[in-house]
């Protein structure tokens, strides 16, 4: 064999395992940059401990705040629960665009599907643990209007809600106590805690796709149609949306401004971010404080470090993209009825809201093509996970395992 041939094969040998490299079958190549983001997105991974709540991972907690979570006693009327805005059938979030409990709310009910994956909780992140942010609904007065005393004296009347709460949290405290009620309340928001933490969708055709390139594999590649693959190319690349909807959950789980108009009965001047920092460093339920498990932990040095600028101001948490069937309207007070109305949003950014002094300047029009709006909304829809386990769809037999 000459040497001329030798080097021929060579590069032939060479080529076909570079080839190799680009996953065979793509409809579009993913360079090094894309490969690294996609690494960033998938897998979706285990749900992250939540130290502030002893009782997170606990089956008999789950289960009494699974029962909880539909429990309408816990209302002021007794005609409102969690499931009012948050429909199972809807994603756990709310068709309507602006969520109405004892009276009409300023914002729409997200959707809880993979909320445990959550830093700060509310659209303003109000709340720095999830079992923080049960709370607020209890007691807000347009929402479930309950009172925590209330809510223990339920606790106290039902023998099956006590023999419950007794089950995990040992003997119901004495009414008596002047502590009494905040601690069941806690465990209240503790319990519900434990339930949000079940409703985990990942593993979706997009994550199988992601792991096929991840290896080189070829199988695993047709998870996404070429729609599908030009659209994730899109959304990684030109289209800019890993800027803020980076990480497993889609989410860089931080506040951004992107200027959306208000919803015609919405409030305009809605504060966001700004009003959040304000209201979880001024609760007495934060991470770092008494009733929190771990109160000098990551989450609660968190809190220390915030710091309440005007930049904030209107700015809202992105929210996760797995799983957007079945959840619209879409953004915080659901002013976009369907995701077609939000990518016009984003490619043209027609009626961006010009009351707001501190818009994110990386926000410019997209321009896309009809086609490639086509091919970016295929790949949203690639991103739907392994449906839930039915059962967590309707309130349990009873609050205790047992039941
Ligand atoms: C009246 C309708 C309504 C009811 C009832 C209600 N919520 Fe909500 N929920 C909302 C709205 C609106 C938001 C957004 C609030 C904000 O931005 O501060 C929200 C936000 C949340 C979030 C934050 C999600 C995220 O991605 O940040 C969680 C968790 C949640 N609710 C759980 C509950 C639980 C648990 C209950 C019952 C104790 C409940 N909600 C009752 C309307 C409701
Ligand atoms: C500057 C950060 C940023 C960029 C870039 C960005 N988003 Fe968003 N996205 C957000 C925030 C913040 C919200 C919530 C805004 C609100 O409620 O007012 C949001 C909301 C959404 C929603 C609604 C989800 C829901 O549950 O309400 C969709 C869908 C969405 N974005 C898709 C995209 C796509 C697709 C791109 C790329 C074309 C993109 N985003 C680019 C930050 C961003």
């Given at each position: 064999m000459d040497l001329g041939l030798k080097s021929i094969l060579g590069i032939a040998l060479l080529s076909a395992l570079m080839g190799c490299q680009d996953a065979p079958g793509t409809a579009v190549e993913f360079g090094d940059a894309e490969r690294k983001q996609l690494g960033r997105l998938s897998p979706l991974g285990d749900v992250p401990p939540d130290p502030t709540n002893r009782f997170a991972d606990d089956p008999n907690a789950a289960r009494l705040g699974?029962?909880?979570?539909?429990?309408?006693?816990?209302s002021l009327d007794g005609q409102?629960?969690?499931?009012?805005?948050?429909v199972p059938?809807?994603?756990?979030?709310?068709?309507k665009s602006l969520a109405k409990g004892m009276g009409l709310g300023e914002r729409h009910a997200p959707s809880l599907i993979n909320v445990a994956y959550g830093r700060w909780f509310g659209w303003g992140g109000r709340a720095d643990s999830?079992?923080?942010?049960a709370l607020g609904p209890l007691e807000n007065p347009l929402e479930l209007g309950g009172h925590r005393d209330l809510i223990a004296d339920l606790f106290h009347d039902d023998p099956d809600l006590k023999r419950a709460y007794e089950t995990t949290f040992g003997p119901l405290p004495n009414e008596s106590d002047v502590t009494a009620s905040d601690e069941v309340f806690v465990n209240v928001g503790k319990s519900i805690a434990a339930?949000?933490?079940?409703?985990v969708r990942g593993n979706s055709r997009f994550d199988q796709f992601a792991a096929a390139l991840a290896s080189n594999r070829s199988d695993g590649i047709e998870a996404l149609s070429d729609s599908e693959q030009r659209g994730l190319h899109l959304f990684l690349t030109r289209a800019n949306c890993t800027q803020c909807h980076l990480g497993p959950n889609f989410t860089?789980?931080?506040?951004?401004?992107?200027?959306?108009?208000?919803?015609?009965?919405?409030?305009?001047d809605d504060p966001g971010r700004f009003q959040g920092i304000a209201h979880v460093q001024g609760s007495e339920f934060k991470a770092s404080g008494i009733y929190s498990d771990d109160r000098n932990g990551t989450t609660a040095n968190r809190v220390q470090h915030l710091v309440k600028s005007s930049?904030?101001?209107g700015a809202f948490k992105t929210p996760s993209l797995r799983n957007l069937a079945g959840r619209a309207p879409f953004m915080h007070q659901g002013q976009f009825e369907d995701l077609d109305a939000v990518l016009h949003f984003y490619d043209t950014r027609e009626g961006a809201s010009v009351t707001s002094h501190h818009q994110e300047q990386i926000l410019a029009p997209l321009r896309l093509s009809p086609s490639e709006l086509s091919d970016l909304h295929a790949f949203l829809g690639s991103l739907e996970g392994a449906a839930l386990d039915p059962s967590l769809l309707v309130p349990p037999a009873g609050p205790s395992l047992s039941d």
């Open positions: 699974h029962w909880l979570f539909f429990d309408e006693r816990l409102v629960s969690c499931a009012t805005c948050h059938t809807h994603a756990f979030s709310d068709p999830l079992w923080m942010q339930f949000e933490r079940l409703l860089d789980s931080e506040f951004h401004n992107t200027a959306a108009p208000p919803h015609p009965e919405g409030r305009r930049d904030s101001f």
